[in-house]
């Protein structure tokens, strides 16, 4: 086997390897609703229940903030 | 944030010109070195470069949390968010989109006013994320000179205003859209303002630590497999009857000993080659549409890998720009950048108004399709999205295009 179809034959590799684990990201990705674990550029972690801050004063929502959705 | 992350900067990326200049002798010559040099090394390793922006970027905004400024910052912004019909309220979703975006739209469930939310979500990518820091840097470290005016430096500026613009934009869109669509009143905001206290240095430390590796890992794995997944559209398909003929030139000038003929036709069969790829057909037939804003082919690509990730435009153009060296030593993309020159003109293909231009995209375009999802879903509908989408890509162009089109008839074109 020659040195240039060896080449080719490992960039053939490497390409398909790579485009593989985009497509299965991307799959994936799909399979879950979206959140923060979605983003590539973000540490913050996927919600969590957590403990009530003082800023959230006022009239709490009885179903709670997760249960919102506004249709429009 | 420029002055103390530029020596690592300037640091990592002599490292990694180091490493593809070794590579690049040691392994013999072919398409596996040039998907090592020129697709890996060039593209991942140009992106790791701004690690240390990143670093210091997340260095602020975890101090600024740890004191507890953030609810007095809320409590400051409550009368000039009041101005454009939002609350304090929508001050933390919008101070989280710096970071990213998808976590401050979600951070909007604690709007109870569904206008106010809505306004708040179609807002809250205006905000420069970190992902966009890696593009600005790489611009604003190539164009824009490094002189002091007053007490700063001119690269302070201007990345300042790129943040500032965005903040702009973000009142004048919500300012409209309370006006028009998603009128409504006022709403009330009762907050208790935390003590003041001294920050945890290992919370600063353990948030930049992870913002950092996050980086890198993103780096090491999508912006990896998107390089290798350029690099092959940047290089095939090859052949042609005009590389053909150039390839017999080539070999004619080397038989003859002709070595600076032989580097000038390498130089232009790598440049026929990129134009005649996959990705280089795209950036062509995207190239009318971004002429009018100053960029060419070449960024085309770019703009359109970015929408995978705003940082994989750094990547996409270190690839560009290595493949179109002709085998040659790595060259930092900063000085490629500075020194690449148009084919048709002969003249420098970039100029500072044209990196203006480009960042100014970058604030105002919708890039994020991660973004788009989450306001599908916290929206609960199509519509918001899309006409986040619509709306803010095509401000981008106009905007940019005001800017270059400005920049060249006041005679800063060059």
């Known amino acids: 086997m020659s040195g240039a179809l060896l080449q080719n034959l490992g960039v053939a590799v490497i390409v398909l390897a790579a485009a593989g684990f985009l497509v299965r990201r991307q799959l994936k990705r799909r399979a879950r609703p979206p959140g923060c674990d979605t983003c590539p550029n973000c540490a913050v972690q996927p919600p969590h229940p957590t403990a009530p801050t003082l800023i959230e004063l006022g009239e709490p929502d009885p179903r709670g903030p997760d249960q919102r959705s506004f249709p429009v | ?80 968010m009041g101005k454009v019909g939002l609350s304090g309220r929508a001050f933390i979703p919008l101070l989280s989109s710096f970071a990213c975006a998808i976590p401050g739209i979600m951070a909007t469930r604690t709007i109870d006013n569904r206008r106010d939310r809505i306004t708040t979500i179609i807002i809250a990518p205006f905000m420069s994320c970190s992902a966009r820091l890696p593009v600005y840097a790489l611009l604003i470290g190539a164009f824009i000179p490094n002189v002091w005016v007053g007490f700063v430096t001119l690269p302070g500026i201007v990345l300042f205003s790129m943040y500032f613009l965005g903040i702009a934009a973000a009142i004048v869109v919500a300012a409209l859209l309370k006006r028009t669509v998603l009128r409504g009143g006022r709403p009330l905001y009762v907050m208790e303002l935390p003590p003041y206290r001294m920050p945890s240095w290992r919370s600063i430390v353990l948030t930049v630590r992870e913002r950092s590796w996050l980086f890198v890992k993103n780096a090491g794995t999508v912006i990896l497999a998107i390089t290798v997944v350029l690099w092959f559209l940047a290089s095939y398909p090859r052949g042609g009857a005009d590389l053909k003929a150039l390839e017999t030139r080539h070999a004619t000038a080397v038989a003859a000993g002709d070595q600076p003929g032989a580097k000038l036709l390498e130089r232009r069969m790598a440049g026929l080659t990129l134009e005649q790829s996959f990705a280089g057909r795209v950036g062509r037939y995207l190239e009318p549409a971004i ?16 929408f995978a990730a705003r940082e994989v435009m750094v990547s996409t153009l270190a690839t560009v720009f290595n493949l179109g060296n002709a085998g040659q030593d790595m060259v930092p993309l900063r000085q490629s950048l500075r020194e690449a020159i148009d084919p048709r003109t002969g003249r420098k293909a970039y100029s500072p108004l044209m990196a203006v231009s480009l960042m100014v995209f970058f604030v105002l375009a919708c890039q994020c399709m991660s973004t788009v999802a989450v306001a599908r879903r916290e929206t609960n509908s199509w519509r918001w999205p899309i006409f986040m989408l619509v709306m803010m890509n095509v401000l981008a162009w106009l905007v940019s295009f005001a800017v270059y089109q400005g920049g060249r008839a006041l005679g800063l074109g060059l």
């Open chain 2, 291 to 306: 002429a009018p804003l100053g960029f060419d082919w070449r960024i085309g690509v770019g703009l359109v890998t970015s």
């Open chain 2, 1 to 80: 944030m420029f002055a103390w992350a530029q020596p690592i900067m300037d640091f990592i990326d002599a490292v990694v010109g180091r490493f593809g200049s070794i590579v690049h002798a040691v392994l013999p010559a072919g398409p596996v070195r040039s998907l090592i040099v020129d697709g890996i090394i060039a593209g991942v390793g140009t992106t790791l470069t701004f690690v240390p922006q990143i670093a210091v970027l997340f260095f602020f905004i975890s101090l600024l949390e740890d004191t507890g400024y953030m609810a007095r910052a809320a409590f400051i912004m409550d009368r000039l």
